[in-house]
């Protein structure tokens, strides 16, 4: 295997093949880095939101959050004192939950301790950082020499060295991790952007999903796999698991113009945010109408009926909802949100067709459906 030899080679040369890379990357990223807000601060709280928010998630849909967020807690202290339901509201429809919870944990960490650690090792040590993290917070507010190795990284540096072992597996990031901190530069003004600039180079120039920018990389002309011709095959990664499909009723439930919802439990998918009352399986109207009676409720007037789909990391949902008018207490677990109400409370992304339908309603004067409302949407 490639892995094998290289690790062998490495042992019988003085000059590791990444050598050549620090210097054209740093020139390339100075000049065609993008603007992007957090590439302007070397305040460590800017940028760690920032790397919070960009975990699984794309630049072009954290860019409007990060403005917002940083609107709402100007400074850590302001984070660190926020109610969690006001979090989570501004989190609203960034998905990955968990990362609004430490990110609200790891604040009043800092606060109490009077500012940041200024190491990857007290970063790591704050809840929701990982090695990522803590090397990318580390190197672009304090010039630690750091690898922060992210799957940019990774694609990067296994196509710049042919490497077809598997990046899913522990050894194989280690392995590039290490690569990568032999050539970190010394100067503190040049590791501040390193991470940053390996980083850029994946995102813009060495993509995944496509053939790369070869032309336009830096570090082209000596690249391995693009003598070899293996660059789209690069990296290669272990498939993962299926995911499993779920399938929910969901109910959009007014009564005296407000809409029913409830708590998630405190763990688990969603944690403690809000969500629309439902059932497991696909029920048609009749066995819908008795999981409403069997709340305590008596339906009135059915709306529509609408179907959604939502793809988490490891499930899928695939919900059929209805929209009524009932009367009734519910379940004591039920809150009835007026529309001012309803708008404090972060409801997930998940559900958004029945939240634009909850909105439709609240909206409404007299609480009465949109005109075309008993149309079936799918």
Request: aromatic share 10%; hydrophobic share 40%.
């Amino acid at each position: 295997m490639w892995y094998n030899t290289a690790m062998c080679m490495l042992t019988k040369t003085t000059e590791f093949p990444l050598s050549p890379l620090p210097g054209p990357l740093l020139a390339w990223f100075r000049e065609n880095a993008r603007d992007l807000p957090w590439r302007r601060t070397r305040d460590p709280y800017p940028i760690w939101v920032s790397e919070i928010m960009l975990q699984q998630t794309r630049v072009a849909a954290v860019l409007g959050y990060y403005a917002r967020f940083l609107t709402a807690f100007p400074s850590v202290e302001a984070l660190a004192g926020a109610p969690e339901e006001r979090l989570m509201k501004c989190w609203e429809g960034l998905g990955y939950y968990s990362r609004a919870r430490n990110l609200h944990k790891a604040a009043r960490q800092v606060a109490e301790a009077g500012g940041f650690p200024e190491t990857y090792e007290g970063l790591l040590a704050l809840p929701g950082i990982g090695p990522y993290t803590a090397a990318a917070v580390a190197s672009a507010a304090f010039g630690v020499r750091e690898a922060a190795v992210d799957g940019n990284v990774l694609r990067v540096v296994t196509r710049l060295l042919d490497c077809r072992e598997d990046i899913a597996q522990p050894r194989v990031k280690a392995w590039v991790r290490d690569r990568v901190r032999e050539v970190l530069p010394s100067a503190a003004e040049d590791m501040r952007i390193f991470n940053q600039a390996t980083m850029e180079l994946g995102a813009t120039v060495c993509v995944p999903n496509g053939p790369p920018r070869c032309e336009a990389c830096p570090a082209g002309d000596w690249c391995l796999a693009r003598r070899r011709g293996t660059a789209q095959t690069l990296p290669v990664k272990s498939g993962k698991k299926p995911r499993r499909t779920e399938e929910l009723t969901v109910f959009v439930l007014l009564r005296q113009g407000r809409t029913a919802l409830r708590r998630r439990p405190d763990t688990g998918l969603l944690a403690g945010l809000w969500e629309f009352p439902h059932v497991p399986g696909t029920l048609d109207e009749a066995a819908a109408a008795a999981a409403v009676e069997a709340w305590g409720l008596r339906p009135l007037d059915w709306h529509s009926r609408l179907a959604a789909r939502h793809i988490f990391t490891h499930v899928e949902w695939h919900m059929t909802g209805y929209v009524l008018e009932v009367r009734g207490e519910g379940p004591e677990d039920f809150l009835w949100t007026d529309r001012a109400d309803f708008e404090a409370r972060a409801v997930p992304s998940a559900f958004t067709r029945y939240t634009e339908a909850a909105r439709e309603l609240l909206e409404s004067p007299d609480g009465a459906p949109p005109a075309g409302g008993g149309e079936e949407r799918t």
